[in-house]
T-cell receptor, first 111, second 113 residues
Framework: GQQLNQSPQSMFIQEGEDVSMNCTSSSIFNTWLWYKQDPGEGPVLLIALYKAGELTSNGRLTAQFGITRKDSFLNISASIPSDVGIYFCAGYSNSGYALNFGKGTSLLVTP | SAVISQKPSRDICQRGTSLTIQCQVDSQVTMMFWYRQQPGQSLTLIATANQGSEATYESGFVIDKFPISRPNLTFSTLTVSNMSPEDSSIYLC??????????FGQGTRLTVV
């Protein structure tokens, strides 16, 4: 599969702060997905993006499909303790059917 | 979104034995996917299971080690055969939604001792 570079690897922030993480690929993607995984659970879909330039929000979460189709970012505003978890980017490239995953961003939020 | 149930949710198994993981979906789906997530790692696709045909395995995964069944459009099983401690992972079942987004079960946490 395609290699996705997700950064940062981990973040340790205070409650109320905004968070930004991003994902880049070496090839063009036609779908970008953002997931959150809590300990002992499967990944839960947060946001799905299907068009270059698309900006989509889900509550305090906002994600964008990069105009070059090789990147995406996820922002979380006004973080709260329940935002703690691992966030994964994922996407489908033009050349494959398999979903490619980034290595994840581990988010810790202190009260 | 699809509701996906996996059983068991966790298990501790002896090396050399096999474990079969079940995945049940609340709607009919064409393709079901099996992933492995090793400790602290991202998800890696093991295979794609289509009803009525043999599963398609990704590089590094073979049918003898991970046999898959797909008897109907709502159910699949993954067997982890002849287990070793290196097989300790979370195994996840997934299906596609209407817009190619993927939905996951809660996973099966396997520990091999």
């Amino acid at each position: 599969g395609q290699q996705l570079n997700q950064s940062p690897q981990s973040m340790f922030i205070q409650e109320g702060e905004d968070v930004s993480m991003n994902c880049t690929s070496s090839s063009i993607f036609n779908t970008w997905l953002w997931y959150k995984q809590d300990p002992g659970e499967g990944p839960v879909l947060l946001i799905a993006l299907y068009k270059a330039g698309e900006l989509t929000s889900n509550g305090r979460l906002t994600a964008q499909f990069g105009i070059t189709r090789k990147d995406s970012f996820l922002n979380i505003s006004a973080s709260i303790p329940s935002d703690v978890g691992i966030y994964f980017c994922a996407g489908y490239s033009n050349s494959g059917y398999a979903l490619n995953f980034g290595k994840g961003t581990s988010l810790l939020v202190t009260p | 979104s699809a509701v996906i149930s996996q059983k068991p949710s966790r298990d501790i198994c002896q090396r050399g034995t096999s474990l079969t993981i079940q995945c049940q979906v609340d709607s009919q789906v064409t393709m079901m996917f099996w992933y492995r997530q090793q400790p602290g790692q991202s998800l890696t696709l093991i295979a794609t299971a289509n009803q009525g045909s043999e599963a398609t395995y990704e590089s590094g995964f073979v049918i003898d080690k991970f046999p898959i069944s797909r008897p109907n459009l709502t159910f699949s099983t993954l067997t982890v055969s002849n287990m070793s401690p290196e097989d300790s992972s979370i195994y996840l079942c997934s299906v596609e939604g209407a817009g190619t987004e993927a939905f996951f079960g809660q996973g099966t946490r396997l520990t091999v001792v």
